[in-house]
């Protein structure tokens, strides 16, 4: 212990220290990474990530496919080589270490146990019990007014005296649940929307299984899409409709909205994307994990199973963000013994989804091997539809530090549709991006709208040119809503009986807690 006491003095009483190298990176903020003789593992450590960096980018003859695969698993190993990752290494840990004379490292491996435990007996993470669904999470008000083999469609209860007569309906991705958007009351973009005078409904997919596996993209739009605007159309007759989607649940509608264009339905007011990408040339760090052979090495697992389960999917995610989402929880959790907080965010996380084995195979080769959408050879009902062909005013969110929906890849809308588009790049990431409740410290937005038929600017110039404003872009959400609404009237009943839409039950329904 006293030769570790030795090592954490300063340098200045025993052997002369080169100047602290400046760093951005953030896994050495702490000062102590300043001091010899970590500040020599830190240097050598950025020297040799750097130059990895460098020998995995343009090197002749290599395809970028396999560039970037090189590129991606020379990072992983440098995560996770890292010197803030040992015991030995770390002056922090170090530090706590004979401070609490090891107690740390006991406390660490105490929860290294539990968390083996819980994995191997299939329980959620630790703190996820104070995060229960319609108990916590997911408590705005509302019923469930359809239910069939593949969504519950939820109709939320107002909460002002009038309405505007436009509802809005939001299509999440099945690839997460719904209540991302519903978290806890203070940062439901739901129940935000509500209380701004919207009438909401919201798709809740099934949790599918085995039995599910032969369900595909044409079902995803026929009983999810089509069925939830059937449902709200009768609900609230003779009423525009604001389609929103995020992620790709957002995809989905912009494929749906383009056969409504094409086919003359004009029921859309308005269309909104969060986080959603129509073109998939470029999908960023995701694209790593795209090729012919994992699809088909993905697609033999699922022949299987029936369905592509939810730690193959969150694995792909965790590595995109390793730091984030392992080593520094693992530096936190193991080597310091802190626990650290959960959240409704994170618990939302940990509450995984399933996806049937023929849509997602659909999906990966339509859109992100083929790109079918972008190039007008996406069909629906046998013919192919086009982007172009929606003319309702959009609104679109890119989210700037995206892992899943690059915000490059996001607009590359403008360059697949000439109507009125307004975007929108809010800091943050793919889910906390979105989930950005008005006066929460540290976020601002970028706005700007193209009016219909006007030229394509570049995103790089668009972001050097759109307006920065300071908060939450909900409320510039909210106001362009408005401003494509009518005059509030009385709100609408729940559900339409004689219609065939009765109130089933309280949101948030079943099918979110299987």
Avoid at 120 to 127: D, F, I, K, M, V
Avoid at 421 to 426: D, E, K
């Amino acid at each position: 212990m006293s030769l570790l006491k030795k090592s954490l003095v300063s340098p200045d009483q025993e052997v002369a220290s080169p100047e602290p190298s400046p760093t951005n990176d953030r896994r050495f903020n702490d000062p102590a990474w300043d001091q010899w003789p970590y500040n020599l593992f830190r240097s050598s450590f950025l020297i040799q990530s750097k130059w990895w960096e460098q020998a995995t980018q343009g090197v002749w003859g290599v395809d970028p496919q396999h560039e970037r695969l090189l590129a991606f698993g020379a990072k992983q190993w440098l995560e996770m080589v890292s010197p803030t990752n040992s015991a030995l290494f770390n002056p922090v840990v170090l530090k706590k270490t004979i401070e609490e004379q090891g107690a740390n490292l006991a406390r660490g491996m105490s929860n290294f146990l539990d968390d083996l435990r819980r994995q191997l007996s299939g329980e959620p993470p630790a703190g996820t019990e104070n995060f229960v669904v319609g108990r916590d999470v997911a408590v705005t008000e509302g019923k469930v007014v359809l239910r069939n083999q593949l969504i519950e469609l939820i109709q939320y209860t107002p909460t002002t005296a009038k309405v505007h007569p436009e509802p809005i309906l939001i299509i999440p991705a099945w690839i997460m649940k719904y209540y991302v958007l519903d978290l806890s009351p203070h940062n439901s973009l739901i129940r935000y929307l509500v209380a701004q005078g919207h009438t909401v409904f919201c798709i809740s997919w099934k949790n599918p299984d085995a039995s599910d596996r032969d369900l595909g993209m044409d079902e995803y739009l026929e009983f999810g899409l089509r069925a939830a605007l059937d449902a709200v159309t009768s609900i609230v007759p003779e009423q525009g409709i604001h389609a929103a989607g995020y992620c790709l649940g957002g995809t989905l509608l912009s494929i749906g909205a383009s056969a409504m264009a094409r086919d003359g339905d004009t029921r859309l007011v308005s269309v909104s994307l969060l986080a959603a990408q129509t073109d998939f040339s470029e999908p960023g760090e995701l694209s790593v994990f795209i090729n012919e052979s994992q699809v088909a090495l993905l697609e033999a697992s699922m022949a299987q199973t029936g369905y592509l389960t939810p730690e193959q999917m969150s694995g792909a995610f965790q590595l995109l963000r390793a730091y984030d989402l392992i080593w520094s929880r693992m530096i936190d959790e193991y080597l310091l013994g802190d626990r650290r907080p959960m959240t409704d965010l994170m618990a939302w996380n940990a509450d995984g989804t399933r996806l049937p084995a023929k849509m997602h195979s659909q999906y990966l080769r339509r859109l992100y091997l083929n790109n079918d959408l972008s190039a007008g050879r996406y069909p629906v009902a046998g013919r192919p539809v086009s982007v172009g062909d929606i003319a309702v005013p959009m609104f679109c969110v890119g989210t700037a530090t995206d892992h899943v929906a690059p915000w490059h890849s996001v607009y590359k809308l403008h360059l697949l549709s000439s109507a009125e588009l307004t975007f929108v790049l809010t800091t943050g990431g793919h889910n906390g991006g979105i989930v950005s409740e008005p006066g929460r410290g540290k976020r601002q937005y970028q706005i700007h709208t193209r009016a219909a038929g006007d030229g394509y600017m570049a995103p790089d110039e668009w972001q050097a040119t759109a307006q920065t404003h300071p908060d939450s872009w909900w409320p510039a959400w909210s106001a362009w809503l408005r401003e494509r609404s009518g005059d509030v009237v009385a709100p609408p009943l729940m559900g339409a009986e004689s219609s065939g839409y009765p109130t089933i039950c309280d949101a948030p329904g079943e099918y979110l807690r299987n």
